[in-house]
């Protein structure tokens, strides 16, 4: 997401960070943006926060808008501190009367109460880009104003970059390529994190009886809920020779080319899908924060978005079994919408361009 606002927004940008060495160990954004570093802004606790929130007050003169990137979701489904910081932060930006933003986010049914309190004031100030329909509605049934209808806004970059390891090993072979995409994302040690690998095993398995090599692509490399350690998990107990599992992130830019290069997605995260889907390759995606839904159905393609429950992997299988009957019609109406996709997702940066 933020490589895509930089590449839009373009040479006035800062960006404002909390890590400066982290940031740069994990971004592949060249060349490098100007940068502030300011620690616990958003992961930061009551009182690191309030003296990160200081920290801006002092360049607030500098500051023509702000626009927070990378929100995903706010409405406290994976954390209400973070949330909280987020919309705090837009609350003292707004009182010193500078323009700001959040772009394309979403928000669930059943997002806290506080935060939708705090949204709905902020809103008064704040333009919500918001990525889907089913979220705007819900804001607007809490009576939260100054909506704009976006779609996110990694569709507005189509930049492709090669990886050499990915390139060789897709040509190596003519058999079809299917890539897996499992989340670590709210999955615990011990009996939940055996039945999610094992869920996935079975998907696997089928893939390989229909002539499949199998591309396992983490997404998210963090330590916590991310997605390293059950991907190599599930390389190990259920991939052959043939297939191959990615350890090192690869850019928004290279993803894209792999997914250019594959014949579907099945993902657990879902900017993997938004990614596959802006090359124009079908997805097939596990719903976890109801923010999936809204997604596929911009695209009309609605019943490729599954629930996962704890037995999710026979439903993934007939999502398959149907992708194989229907190919050519959800290729269509992946291009045929893609589009006003790519024109919505514009509408995150109106007014800063």
Not at 124 to 132: A, G, P, S
Request: proline share 4%; hydrophobic share 40%; with cysteine.
């Amino acid at each position: 997401m933020v490589e895509s606002f930089i590449n839009q927004v373009g040479g006035d940008c800062v960006l404002i960070v909390e890590d400066l060495e982290n940031f740069r160990r994990q971004n592949f954004i060249r060349p490098e943006p100007k940068l502030i570093e300011i620690p616990h802004i958003i992961h930061g606790n009551v009182l690191q926060n309030f003296i990160a929130l200081i920290s801006i007050l002092k360049i607030n003169h500098k500051i023509k808008s702000l626009s927070v990137v990378g929100a995903d979701i706010v409405d406290g489904a994976y954390s209400i501190r973070l949330s909280i910081n987020r919309l705090f932060l837009l609350r003292v930006i707004n009182s010193l009367q500078i323009n700001s933003r959040i772009t394309g986010f979403s928000w669930s049914d059943n997002a806290n109460p506080r935060l939708s309190r705090l949204i709905r004031i902020i809103s008064k100030e704040t333009q919500l880009c918001v990525r889907d329909p089913q979220s705007a509605q819900r804001l607007r049934d809490k009576k939260v104003v100054r909506i704009s209808e976006v779609t996110d806004l990694v569709f507005s970059d189509d930049t492709q970059a090669g990886s050499p390891l990915v390139d060789r090993w897709i040509s190596s072979s003519t058999k079809p390529v299917a890539v897996v995409n499992i989340s670590g994302l709210g999955v615990q040690e011990g009996e939940q994190y055996r039945n999610h690998i094992q869920e996935y095993g079975q998907i696997v398995n089928f893939l390989h009886t229909k002539g499949f090599r199998i591309l396992i692509l983490p997404h998210v490399f963090r330590v916590e809920s991310g997605d390293l350690e059950v991907s190599n998990d599930l390389f190990v107990e259920y991939c052959s020779s043939e297939d191959l599992s990615i350890s090192e992130p690869l850019s928004p830019a290279q993803e894209r080319r792999l997914f250019k290069n594959v014949d579907f997605v099945i993902t657990g995260r879902m900017h993997i899908a938004i990614l596959a889907l802006s090359v124009g390759r079908p997805v097939i995606a596990l719903e976890t924060m109801g923010k999936v839904q809204g997604l596929f159905e911009l695209f009309n393609i609605a019943g490729y978005c599954i629930d996962s429950n704890v037995t999710f992997a026979k439903k993934v299988i007939d999502a398959i079994t149907r992708l194989d009957k229907e190919y050519p019609s959800v290729c269509k109406a992946i291009e045929h919408t893609m589009p006003e996709i790519r024109q919505k997702s514009l509408l995150n940066f109106a007014g800063l361009v």
